[in-house]
């Protein structure tokens, strides 16, 4: 009988938690952007992101950086590539949740792509802010100039957690 009363709670600790990650535009101006085939392609690309952040996917997370990219990171440091893997590596990133609201989504010569907005999500584990809802400004630049889609610049200040 005992057995039987933990089945349930073991079940529940091998069921992985629901994750959800997704953009939208913010306004008329971005909607029309996003019909722009270098900007969906961005858009597609911040997708693959955010799901590689959401599966702990560290190869795929990676990959979607430039080599020399640089980010202004939520934890108020200057992070490299390799910083920002790591990061998803020990967990200091770890959300169950990730939405995007696009306020403005543009091209910049020939092969850059600046989207600008609003973050919403969940982090969970030993990820700062753990089980508040952090809310923050984002400013990312996208370049194909070697091929696919890869961030090269991105900014983030957290503004709420509650």
Do not use: C
Not at 32 to 51: G, Y
Not at 77 to 103: F, P, Q
């Amino acid at each position: 009988m005992r057995l039987l009363a933990v089945v349930p709670i073991a079940l529940l600790i091998l069921v992985p938690l629901p994750v959800h990650a997704a953009w939208h535009a913010a306004n008329p101006a971005a909607a029309e952007a996003v019909k722009n085939p270098r900007i969906a392609a961005v858009l597609d690309a911040t997708t693959r992101m955010d799901k590689a952040i959401l599966a702990h996917d560290v190869s795929a997370f990676g990959d979607t950086f430039t080599e020399d990219a640089v980010v202004n990171n939520p934890f108020n440091t200057i992070a490299r590539k390799a910083d920002a893997v790591n990061n998803l590596r020990t967990r200091m990133i770890d959300y169950t949740s990730l939405d995007r609201s696009i306020e403005y989504a543009a091209t910049r010569g020939a092969h850059d792509v600046v989207l600008m907005g609003e973050e919403t999500l969940t982090p969970v584990g030993k990820a700062r802010f753990a089980g508040k809802t952090v809310h923050r400004r984002t400013t990312e630049v996208w370049t194909d100039e070697s091929g696919p889609w890869k961030l090269a610049i991105r900014q983030a200040t957290i503004y709420s957690a509650d």
